[in-house]
């Protein structure tokens, strides 16, 4: 048994994407169950949804497109195979890696190293003043006043 952890979101665009998705935003502790059986030498899947934390209740059952009850691994692979990207940059949109350009790489390296310079400056500022090197003299005031 494989078990894994999903946002809500995820299971949504999974269920959506296998074509069972009712669209209502999942419940917390919702769980997605994908069961393979195999009977009479063929591989089959289940697939069963609980929307709830109530127990007593079996999950249901939900009825792949194109399926049974029970859906042939040959059709599951190609439901899935439909919701799977295959080609990553023209799928979403990327059309070159993210790169930056010369005056952006020179700003962000004069901000660091700025940043830097203010840091040293600002540590053997509390480093100096805990040695005590910052005393100072005081000078008494005449007092004409009186």
């Known amino acids: ?3 894994y952890s ?3 979101t995820t299971l949504s665009i999974l269920l959506l994407g296998l074509g069972v998705f009712n669209n209502l935003a999942p419940p917390y502790a919702t769980t997605v ?3 393979l059986h195999k009977m009479d030498e063929q591989y089959y899947v289940k697939m069963f949804l609980r929307n709830d ?8 059952e939900l ?6 009850t029970v859906c042939p691994l040959d059709r599951w692979n190609t439901l899935v195979n439909a919701i799977i990207p295959h080609d990553w940059k023209r799928e979403c949109g990327v059309s070159e890696p993210f790169k930056l350009s010369t005056g952006a790489l020179a700003g962000l390296t004069a901000g660091i ?12 500022n509390v480093l100096g003043c805990k040695r005590g090197s910052h005393q100072f003299e005081y000078q008494t005031v005449p007092n004409n006043y009186s």
Do not use: Q, R
């Open 33 to 35: 169950l994908v069961e």
């Open 63 to 68: 009825i792949l497109p194109g399926c049974s």
């Open 6 to 8: 999903a946002h809500d």
């Open 1 to 3: 048994m494989y078990m």
């Open 53 to 60: 934390t109530n127990m007593i209740e079996p999950p249901h």
């Open 113 to 124: 190293l700025l940043a830097v310079i203010l840091l040293v400056a600002l540590i053997k």
